[in-house]
């Protein structure tokens, strides 16, 4: 069964062992991983990382910057929330998990920081350009939610 939720400090485990993969972007440690899975009410959260599980198999992760809720001028309310992370298993890629769990990170953004705008670096145009994302004059990729 697939399933897309907050990873918490109890997906701790299944985070580090996905980021030994040889294509993982970088290393992560359990330190770190407490602030990124707390898991909590969005409203309480600096960052988060949201997971998809096939099964007991954590398969895809995104991560959003809730700390770094910027203003954009471009912007209605002025809010941005930066996706600071995303990775899907290779043999798993293309089947629509980095697409469900960007949703969740809107829905999330949106509702409980009246974001307009998720923002990340150019590291994947391809899957971002495919979400409706365009680049700015930063070198960045917007989107409006």
């Known amino acids: 069964m697939i399933k897309s939720i907050r990873l918490t400090k109890e997906n701790i485990p299944d985070l580090i062992k996905l980021s030994q993969q040889d294509d993982f972007p970088f290393k992560l440690n359990e330190k770190m991983l ?44 002025g809010k941005t929330v930066q996706i600071s992370g995303a990775y899907v298993i290779p043999e798993r890629r293309s089947e629509g998990f980095g697409t469900m769990l960007l949703e969740a990170i809107k829905t999330d953004a949106k509702e409980y920081f009246n974001a307009d705008y998720l923002c990340c670096d150019t590291y994947a145009p391809d899957f971002f350009f495919k979400n409706s994302f365009i680049i700015s004059s930063e070198d960045r990729m917007w989107i409006m939610i």
């Open 34 to 77: 407490k602030e990124y899975c707390k898991g909590e009410d969005p409203i309480k959260m600096c960052v988060q990382t949201y997971g998809v599980y096939d099964d007991d198999k954590l398969i895809a992760v995104m991560t959003a910057s809730y700390l770094n809720v910027f203003f954009h001028k471009d912007s209605p309310h």
